[in-house]
């Protein structure tokens, strides 16, 4: 029974996950138009986007480590398992740039100073690529999980 929560809440931490950075795109869209009423809306998609990244990756790491389902020799020999990790990692490092920029906005407005939007483009455009990775993984991940290798 665990396996099948830890699965449903991977699938639902991806789902948000893309909720939230379509919310975010959406959002630093708005704000590079010039509309500064939509910085809270960008920083609230920004926090459930972290909140599911990390359910993401917890739920991740116990399904393919914790013994519950698969074996961690499932995951560890599958090509897909590792073009899924490096997809991930790949996320992991363009959200860099997002993240401390948004941090940076966040301490801006608790110090009632102006946010610097100079950055918008290109958050806009890390943020559609997160989102076109994003949509690309379950497809990996599906044919990890019915036993497909991607290296023979």
Not at 78 to 105: C, D, Q, R, S
Not at 131 to 140: E, M, N, T
Not at 141 to 151: P, S, T, Y
């Amino acid at each position: 029974m665990l396996g099948v929560i830890l699965s449903a809440l991977h699938v639902l931490a991806l789902a948000l996950g893309l909720g939230a950075v379509v919310a975010r795109g959406r959002g630093l869209k708005r704000v590079g138009a010039g509309d500064l009423g939509a910085v809270q809306g960008v920083l609230t998609a920004d926090g459930l986007w972290g909140l599911a990244a990390g359910l993401w990756a917890a739920t991740g790491l116990l399904r393919a480590f914790g013994g519950i389902e698969k074996s961690p020799d499932f995951y560890l020999n599958n090509g897909f398992f590792w073009l899924k990790m490096a997809l991930f990692g790949l996320i992991l490092l363009l959200e860099v740039y997002p993240m401390v920029t948004l941090i940076g906005w966040r301490m801006a407005l608790k110090r009632g100073a102006p946010i610097d939007t100079r950055s918008v483009a290109r958050l806009v455009r890390l943020n559609d690529l997160e989102i076109v990775l994003v949509v690309f993984i379950p497809f990996v991940a599906a044919a990890m999980a019915r036993g497909l290798w991607l290296f023979a």
